[in-house]
């Protein structure tokens, strides 16, 4: 018998969500992606307008963002949490996708 290789079935834009995520890594750390102004209280506001924000802005599709999580934390050289490997189940990566992403973000 020949030995099948299934090769990850990833999206462009998964893709390009890892890229963003090592990036991320390597430049201004895996911080947690910026608040919206509604959602800050007053003196965060203040704060913000006074000093300025670089916290990432969140992409907007949730996939894309679980994958950008993702790869930022094993670029770091961080164990990802069981709760973002769940996340990424959940949003219909398997373990061979997080295998690929995890070597491209290495």
Do not use: Y
């Not at 959940?90 to 997080?98: F, S, T």
Request: glycine share 6%; net charge neutral.
């Amino acid at each position: 018998m020949v030995p099948v290789t299934v090769t990850p079935a990833l999206s462009r834009q998964d893709w390009l969500a890892a890229h963003v995520g090592a990036h991320d890594a390597d430049t201004i750390g895996c911080r947690a992606p910026a608040m919206p102004d509604h959602a800050k209280t007053r003196l965060q506001r203040w704060m913000t307008r006074l000093f300025g924000d670089n916290a990432p802005m969140p992409l907007a599709d949730p996939r894309l963002e679980a994958v950008r999580r993702f790869a930022c934390a094993t670029r770091a050289g961080r164990l990802p949490d069981g709760t973002l490997i769940g996340e990424l189940h959940q949003r219909g990566l398997d373990d061979a996708e997080l295998a690929a992403i995890a070597r491209f973000a290495a």
